[in-house]
């Protein structure tokens, strides 16, 4: 297997190549299959793969595939090496749970882009894309080293740009595209300066070397910080972090399927997989852990308010999307690891749930995202409000739901780590409880808003959309199951995904528990009561007393305007950034035309003048001498051409003449 | 025996009258006939001195000379009826196309 580990990423590629040369002459249901065949492949192999390497002894868990060397190694001169980079895919416990999940959901989402974008005209185009992002992420997944991965890091930015601005013709979906692409340039800026930094003192960029370094002690405190910061702003970028979070919730411009599968499951997981991959180079930096758990947590609550008074149904999941990733970091941050790949992986089956039901919604309603345009859904849409209630208890983090498990376990660790990052935490989920609660409301229960005509046209989804549905409610149900926490018995199960990635991942030292068992219990109880008071409360509240809800808004109004304007963070990097920004291009561009253009026509100016110079000179100097030559000739031999009479006897009597004369000479010589 | 002095004096006006012809008359055909007698009269000249001299050289030469007067002639008639064909006249006067 380890030698195919590179087909993985290939067989998408494959797709791509179908659908994009000829896809479209291809009937819709080829064009489907291809596309879907080959990502179910890619799951199978994955699976095979990864079956693998769970018979191997426990700490020898590790692939290795050397496809091809991309960057031949070079001799740098004064005995040291160049850059030498290889097309190296390797497969760990970290890297196994990833390549599951993204091809995985991947694939059900594809199976449920079948039915959503039927009616689709650019149906191919739609799929080509897909399966790129597919073989992007699986790169990036799969990579084995800074270079590999990312290639992938980059691809799927251009994937997640083309599917955003996939309606191209709409000015906001395009500007959205761009506005996701330039965003994300930043971070990969930093990011590259990361990575370069790191080949700079380790001479490689492959993971393993360099987190073997690492772990070994060297290279100095003050780089391995830098370097991790470094990284961490490119992981915001990719991941939505404070304070470039603002492309993600824009980037809901594409459809909905694609924000189920990029902007939620897989591509924007991306930071976080990158900050565990390199857990042992962030342990070795408190001060760069301490920001990534700062930012996380900030993030995590601002996304959270934001995501409170929204009233576009995809705004709200994308405010979701961006909080729960803050979660992530701040698992990563505070040190659990492993924690933060198993909120990855439970929110990867809820969110992608969550975006696909409201996908469902949307499509019933025509394209209606308005949640104020909603309302009473649940007796019109039965299948849809069932698996969006599982999405709904799962993400609120309800008892023994996949969302509890993940968020207890990164409570808990946050808890021991600072209180008070524990009590942002918690408030988060809070936050995230009701606002899911209200999204709920709004849309699928109470009184309905729409218009008579809408309603008439309500429809369920067809079967092909069901049933990834309903495979991915039940996994956001039970996926929690896979990492059972120790204090619930975690150690009697089976499998727990702590102990899997237990090889991939470091451990701060201060992560060693203290803290009691009865805190844990404590703290396991607070957070699901609250999250559970939280649902009852916006239950009774959009349920019961809808005119309530109202009347609350009334009375916060202030709060509610800030909350519904976000900040207005977009208008302040419009004055902020943008707008200078602007300044500089006008400054640029006036120094263009002034000095830049004034030197090149200052420059053809004088060439002119020089080349009537050089006329005048021609003319009359050059051409002068030539026709005075001329004209002296023709005068000169003026004289001589009337000797020329064309009288034959004329010259006959020049030749005598010239006779007598000789014959005279010669008489009077002798 | 008529002596050699009778004889390149007739030559002599014999070459004379076939010069002035050649020098002043228009007619091609003419001009041609005036340079037939300028080369008899060299003919006359070639033979005297044989004669004087007894040596049969000179009425050689005199019969080279004949051969090539055919010849000339020959081309020399043949240039006047292209001349005649393309110009419609044998007026040397009318021909100066060599005129500078």
Not at chain 1, 412 to 420: C, D, L
Request: charged share 10%.
């Amino acid at each position: 297997m380890t030698a195919y580990l590179w087909l993985i990423p290939v067989l998408p590629v494959i797709g791509f190549l179908i659908n994009g040369l000829i896809g479209r002459r291809l009937p819709k249901r080829a064009v489907a299959g291809v596309a879907c065949g080959v990502v179910l492949a890619s799951f199978v192999l994955s699976a095979l793969a990864v079956t693998e390497l769970a018979g191997m002894p426990e700490d020898q868990r590790y692939m290795e595939n050397r496809v091809a060397t991309w960057v031949p190694a070079v001799d740098a001169g004064g005995g040291q090496k160049g850059l030498a980079v290889d097309w190296l895919f390797t497969l760990d416990p970290l890297s196994a749970v990833m390549i599951l999940i993204v091809t995985g959901v991947g694939f059900l989402i594809h199976v449920y882009s079948i039915g959503y974008m039927g009616e689709d005209p650019g149906f191919w185009r739609y799929f080509t894309y897909l399966n790129l992002f597919m073989a992007m992420m699986l790169t990036l997944v799969l990579g084995g080293s800074f270079a590999v991965m990312f290639v992938g890091w980059e691809g799927v930015g251009l994937c997640s740009y083309l599917l955003i601005g996939y309606f191209y013709w709409k000015p906001d979906c395009a500007d959205a595209g761009r506005k996701a692409f330039i965003t994300n340039r930043i971070g990969d800026l930093a990011f590259v300066i990361g990575t370069l930094t790191l080949f700079a003192w380790f001479g490689t960029l492959e993971f393993r070397p360099i987190l073997q370094a690492v772990t070994a002690g060297q290279g100095p405190a003050w780089v391995l910080t830098a370097v991790a910061i470094c990284l961490f702003i490119g992981a915001c970028g990719k991941s939505a972090q404070i304070p470039l979070y603002v492309w993600l919730p824009d980037a809901m411009a594409g459809p909905t399927p694609v924000s189920a599968l990029i902007h939620a499951a897989t591509m924007v997981t991306a930071g976080v997989y990158m900050v565990c991959r390199l857990s042992p180079l962030y342990v070795m930096s408190p001060t760069a852990l301490t920001i990534v758990a700062v930012t996380g947590a900030a993030t995590a609550l601002f996304a959270a308010t934001i995501g409170l008074a929204q009233n576009d149904i995809k705004k709200v999941l994308a405010y979701s999307t961006v909080s729960q990733l803050g979660y992530m970091f701040l698992a990563a941050g505070v040190g659990a690891f492993s924690g933060a790949i198993f909120h990855l992986m439970t929110h990867a089956f809820f969110k992608a749930l969550l975006f696909l039901g409201s996908g469902a919604v949307i499509h019933a309603l025509h394209h209606e995202q308005d949640m104020m345009k909603m309302g009473g859904l649940k007796k019109h849409l039965p299948t849809t409000y069932k698996v969006f209630f599982c999405g709904w208890i799962a993400i609120s983090g309800f008892p023994f739901t996949s969302g509890f498990f993940s968020k207890d376990e990164i409570l808990w660790r946050a808890f021991q780590w600072s209180p008070v990052i524990w009590a942002v935490a918690a408030f988060t989920a809070v936050l995230t409880a009701f606002y899911m609660t209200r999204l709920m409301g709004l849309t699928f229960w109470g009184r309905t808003r729409m218009d008579h005509h809408t309603e008439e046209h309500v429809h369920e989804v067809p079967g092909v959309m069901k049933r990834p549905l309903i495979t991915l409610a039940v996994l956001a149900l039970l996926g929690g199951f896979l990492s059972v926490p120790a204090a619930l018995g975690g150690h009697w199960m089976p499998f727990t995904l702590e102990h899997w990635l237990e090889p991939s991942l470091a451990h701060p030292e201060h992560a060693e528990g203290h803290g009691s068992a009865a805190a844990e219990y404590g703290l396991m109880f607070l957070s699901s009561a609250l999250a559970m008071l939280t649902m009852w409360f916006g239950y009774n509240l959009y349920h019961k007393t809808p005119e309530k809800a109202a009347a609350w808004k009334q009375r916060f109004a202030g709060i509610y305007e800030v909350l519904k304007n976000k900040y207005w963070v977009d208008e302040l990097y419009d004055a902020v950034v943008i707008q200078n920004f602007y300044r500089l291009c006008r400054a640029a561009y006036s120094l263009d035309v002034r000095v830049v253009d004034g030197l090149v026509h200052l420059v053809r100016n004088l060439t002119i003048g020089f080349s009537y110079l050089s006329v005048f000179w021609d003319t009359w100097v050059v051409d002068g001498l030539v026709n005075l030559t001329g004209r002296t000739i023709r005068t000169s031999s003026g004289a001589l051409r009337k000797v020329q009479t064309g009288f034959i006897q004329s010259y006959a009597s020049a030749m005598v003449f010239g006779m007598f004369v000789l014959i005279c000479l010669y008489m009077y010589v002798s | 025996m008529i002596p050699t002095s009778h004889m390149l004096v007739f030559s002599l006006i014999l070459f004379t009258i076939g010069m002035v012809g050649v020098l002043t008359r228009r007619n091609a055909i003419i001009v041609m006939m005036g340079i037939e007698l300028m080369l008899n009269s060299a003919n006359i000249n070639f033979i005297a001195f044989s004669r004087q001299l007894g040596d049969l050289a000179g009425q050689v030469f005199s019969i080279f000379t004949i051969v090539v007067a055919a010849g000339e002639v020959a081309v020399g008639l043949a240039i006047i009826l292209a001349l005649y064909r393309n110009k419609d006249t044998i007026n040397v006067d009318e021909v100066n196309i060599m005129k500078g």
